[in-house]
């Protein structure tokens, strides 16, 4: 593959355009909507993003930036609830997932906190879980991808097995299978993670933390190792 990209050390962390049309890594997260603090500034560049960089064990805010597209269920901070947080209307967020629709189809996503999720047809959906999500009328259907947990890391196996149902569906499509969907027609895979807001009881326990620190590191090896397939002839160190 003459075209291809060098892929050494952090060469393999691409603009968005370039992982558009190489179609790999396409990681998008997907929070819930602006703080008062962020509101009118791009999205997931605040303390949340600050947090996720830290986890994955990326700097902030180039490499961050360069891993994860980023995206939210709003784009303005919907005010404050009078019982605490931010406001959030369910049925105005199952309307906004639909909205997404562009911005997901293809990628792997990572949906941040249950409000997320659940805005996306998750409603009970274990944190840490991956799905394959397509558009279904107003809304999405949602097919539970099981973890193989015999390999060195679930979240790496799902990345890499993602990866290579991607190349295997493109090959398909090439050669007319009449059983693939149409590439616009939205699918996309996502995980379920907790938010990563400090004020989140979930984090109250170091374990809960680890967990999720091992979390963003593998699913950036993923996407590092999703390179390296896509492109073999390159030396990654």
Not at 169 to 186: H, I, Q, S, Y
Request: hydrophobic share 40%; charged share 25%.
């Amino acid at each position: 593959m003459t075209n291809s990209p060098r892929i050494v050390g952090r060469d393999w962390r691409l603009t968005r355009a370039e992982r558009d049309s190489l179609g790999f890594g396409l990681i998008t997260l997907v929070g819930q909507a602006p703080s008062a603090a962020t509101d009118g500034k791009p999205p997931l560049l605040g303390a949340t993003g600050k947090a996720i960089a830290s986890r994955a064990g990326l700097n902030f805010p180039v490499e961050y930036a360069s891993v994860f597209d980023r995206v939210n269920l709003f784009p303005r901070w919907p005010g404050m609830n009078p019982r605490g947080g931010d406001e959030f209307d369910p049925l105005l967020g199952q309307a906004a997932a639909g909205d997404l629709s562009g911005e997901v189809n293809g990628r792997l996503c990572v949906l941040l906190g249950k409000r997320v999720a659940r805005s996306f047809g998750l409603r009970d959906a274990p944190f840490y879980s991956f799905w394959l999500l397509g558009e279904a009328g107003c809304g999405y259907r949602a097919q539970y991808c099981p973890v193989d947990r015999n390999g060195p890391s679930p979240v790496i196996g799902l990345v890499l097995a993602r990866d290579q149902q991607l190349r295997d569906d493109e090959k398909r499509r090439a050669a007319g299978d009449p059983t693939m969907l149409p590439a616009e027609v939205c699918q996309f895979h996502a995980f379920v993670v907790p938010h990563p807001s400090r004020v989140s009881r979930h984090w109250n326990t170091q374990r809960a933390v680890d967990r999720d620190r091992q979390f963003w590191r593998d699913l950036v090896q993923g996407a590092r190792l999703c390179a390296a397939a896509r492109f073999p002839e390159q030396e990654l160190d």
